[in-house]
C-alpha cells in the first residue's frame, strides 16, 4: 500500500519550547493530511488539518505546513505545554478513496 | 456524549472463539471506518461504509472479518476463528457528509486473544 512515513519516533522538549514533527507521502493523488494526538488509552484526536489546495494552516498554537512537490507536510507545535505530551500521528487520503493511511507516530513528551 | 461509541470496551476470548464489536457514530455521518491499532503503530485501515454499503475493504481484511451496517447507522465487525495476531484495539471513526474528508474515532475495542 502507499505509505506515510513520520520522524522523529520521539521527541522531547522544554516547556516553552517548539517542536516539530515531519511526515511524508508517496500517493501523488493524496490531497488530505490530518493530525491526531492520541494520549494514552485515549481515542485519536483530530487536532488540525489540510488539504493540498492550502499550503499552510493555523489553530492557536499549532500549524501544519504542505509541500506538494516534495510531498512533505509537518506539524509545528509552539509555546509547547506540558500537557501537549502524547502521541502524535499524520495520516494522507489514500487515493481518491476515503481510508486514511497514517504514520507510525510521534511520541512527544513536554518537560516542565 | 454525541461522540462516536464502541462496546465493548474490552474483549478477552480464548483462541478460535468469535467476538463481534459494535459501532455507533456520530449521529447522521453517513460515512463508518474500521481501523486496528497495534501497540507502538498507527492505526491501519481496514474498511467502510457510505449509508449501509461497504465501498472499500483493506487487503489486511482476512476472510475471517466481517463488517455490516445494515440500516446505515450502527457498524458491527465480527472476527471468527481468532488468533492471537487479531489481538489489537479496534477504533471505528465515523465522517459526515459536509466535512466529508474529516474522520471521528471511537474509543475502540481492545482485543486480547488468548
Known amino acids: 500500500g502507499e505509505n506515510v512515513e513520520q520522524h522523529p519516533s520521539t521527541l522531547s522538549v522544554q516547556e516553552g519550547d517548539s517542536a516539530v514533527i515531519k511526515c511524508t507521502y508517496s500517493d501523488s493523488a493524496s490531497n488530505y493530511f490530518p493530525w491526531y494526538k492520541q494520549e494514552l488509552g485515549k481515542r485519536p484526536q483530530l487536532i488540525i488539518d489540510i488539504r493540498s489546495n492550502v499550503g499552510e494552516k493555523k489553530d492557536q498554537r499549532i500549524a501544519v505546513t504542505l509541500n506538494k512537490t516534495a510531498k512533505h507536510f509537518s506539524l509545528h507545535i509552539t509555546e509547547t505545554q506540558p500537557e501537549d505530551s502524547a502521541v502524535y500521528f499524520c495520516?494522507?487520503?489514500?487515493?481518491?478513496?476515503?481510508?486514511?493511511?497514517f504514520g507510525k507516530g510521534t511520541s512527544l513528551l513536554v518537560t516542565p | 456524549d454525541t461522540g462516536v461509541s464502541q462496546n465493548p470496551r474490552h474483549k478477552i476470548t480464548k483462541r478460535g472463539q468469535n467476538v463481534t464489536f459494535r459501532c455507533d457514530p456520530i449521529s447522521e455521518h453517513n460515512r463508518l471506518y474500521w481501523y486496528r491499532q497495534t501497540l507502538g503503530q498507527g492505526p491501519e485501515f481496514l474498511t467502510y461504509f457510505q449509508n449501509e454499503a461497504q465501498l472499500e475493504k483493506s487487503r489486511l481484511l482476512s476472510d475471517r472479518f466481517s463488517a455490516e451496517r445494515p440500516k446505515g447507522s450502527f457498524s458491527t465487525l465480527e472476527i471468527q476463528r481468532t488468533e492471537q495476531g487479531d489481538s489489537a484495539m479496534y477504533l471505528c471513526?465515523?465522517?459526515?457528509?459536509?466535512?466529508?474528508?474529516?474522520?471521528?474515532f471511537g474509543p475502540g475495542t481492545r482485543l486480547t486473544v488468548t
Open positions: 471513526a465515523s465522517s459526515s457528509r459536509t466535512g466529508e474528508y474529516e474522520q471521528y
Open positions: 495520516a494522507a487520503r489514500v487515493g481518491s478513496g476515503y481510508a486514511l493511511n
